[in-house]
C-alpha cells in the first residue's frame, strides 16, 4: 500500500492536489496523510486572542473529512508541522512513497517557487498538480533525454499508466548544443551517428517495458529539439508527465536540472519529478 502525502494551504492549487490525491485514491489501496506546516509569524505575540495554529489544524480536520466520505475505508491521517515550509516539507518527504503538492502562490513572482525547491531534494517521487487541474483520462506520458538507461524513472511511469489503465508515451528529445552543431554542418555524419546513438537508447527502453511491464500498451516518440519545449507541447492533455532527476548542486544547494525545472512553470499538465 503506498504512503501518499499531500499538503494543503488553503489555495486553489492546494485544493487541486487534494483532488488529485483523492482520484488516484479510488483506484488503488493507499494510505494519506494530509499535511500543512505553521510557520510563526513575528507579530503574533502582538496580536492577542488569535490561536493561528487552530487555523491550519481546523483546514487539516476539514480536509480528512472530505477524503473520508470522497474515498470511503481510506485510512487518513493530519500532521501539522511547525517551522520553515521548505525544510519540514523536504523532511517530511522521507516518510512517504509518494508527494502531492500544488503549484502554489502565484504573488510577487513565486509561482512554482517551494514545489520546485522540494523536487529539488525529495527523498520520494514529487507530484506536483496545477490549480485548474479536472481528471482527463489521458496516457501518461514519459520523458528521457539521456542515452543511459532510466529505470526507476520508466518504472514509476508504467505503474502508473498500469494503475490508471491507460497508455503509456516514452518521448525521447536530444539536441546538440550550438556550437557544437555549427561544426556539424561540415560533419554531416556526426548528426546521423547522434540520431542512431539516441535511437538505439529509446529502442533498449522500449525493450526494458514490454519485458518488464508486459500488461502496459507502450508507444514512443524519438524527438530532436529542447526537451522542456517538446514535453510541453506534447504533454497537453496527459494525465500525468513524468521525468527524472538528477543530482545537481550550487553553492551547497541541490537544484533541479533545467528540464524539470521549466516543466514546473510551463505545468502542461501534473508533473512528476522521479529522483534516480
Request: hydrophobic content about 45%.
Amino acid at each position: 500500500m503506498d504512503r501518499i502525502m499531500v499538503v494543503v494551504d488553503g489555495t486553489a492549487s492546494g485544493e487541486a492536489a487534494v483532488r488529485w490525491t483523492m482520484e488516484r485514491a479510488k483506484a488503488v489501496p493507499v494510505s494519506i496523510e494530509v499535511t500543512t506546516v505553521y510557520v510563526p509569524m513575528p507579530s503574533e505575540s502582538v496580536l492577542a486572542g488569535n490561536d493561528f495554529r487552530a487555523v491550519y489544524a481546523r483546514l487539516l480536520e476539514e480536509t480528512v473529512g472530505r477524503i473520508e466520505s470522497a474515498v470511503p475505508g481510506v485510512a487518513v491521517t493530519a500532521v501539522l508541522r511547525t517551522g520553515q515550509s521548505r525544510t519540514e516539507l523536504t523532511t517530511a518527504t522521507a516518510e512517504a512513497d509518494l508527494f502531492v503538492i500544488g503549484t502554489g502562490s502565484s504573488e510577487a513572482g513565486l509561482y512554482g517557487v517551494l514545489p520546485i525547491r522540494i523536487a529539488s531534494a525529495a527523498h520520494c517521487p514529487v507530484v506536483v498538480v496545477p490549480a485548474d487541474w479536472e481528471p482527463s483520462g489521458g496516457v501518461v506520458m514519459v520523458g528521457l533525454e539521456s542515452t543511459e538507461q532510466e529505470p526507476k524513472v520508466v518504472d514509476f511511469a508504467a505503474g502508473e499508466a498500469q494503475r490508471a489503465n491507460t497508455e503509456l508515451t516514452v518521448v525521447h528529445s536530444w539536441s546538440v548544443p550550438t556550437l557544437i552543431a555549427v561544426a556539424m554542418f561540415a560533419h554531416p555524419g556526426v548528426w546521423k551517428s547522434m540520431l542512431e546513438l539516441h535511437s538505439k537508447s529509446l529502442a533498449a527502453t522500449m525493450d526494458y517495458v514490454r519485458r518488464v511491464w508486459p500488461d502496459v500498451d507502450v508507444h514512443q516518440r524519438l524527438k530532436e529539439g529542447q526537451a522542456a519545449r517538446i514535453l510541453a507541447e506534447d504533454a497537453r492533455g496527459a494525465a500525468l508527465l513524468v521525468v527524472g532527476r538528477r543530482e545537481h548542486t550550487t553553492m551547497g544547494d541541490t537544484i533541479l536540472g533545467s528540464t524539470s525545472h521549466d516543466l514546473l512553470i510551463a505545468m502542461p499538465c501534473p508533473v512528476v519529478v522521479v529522483p534516480e
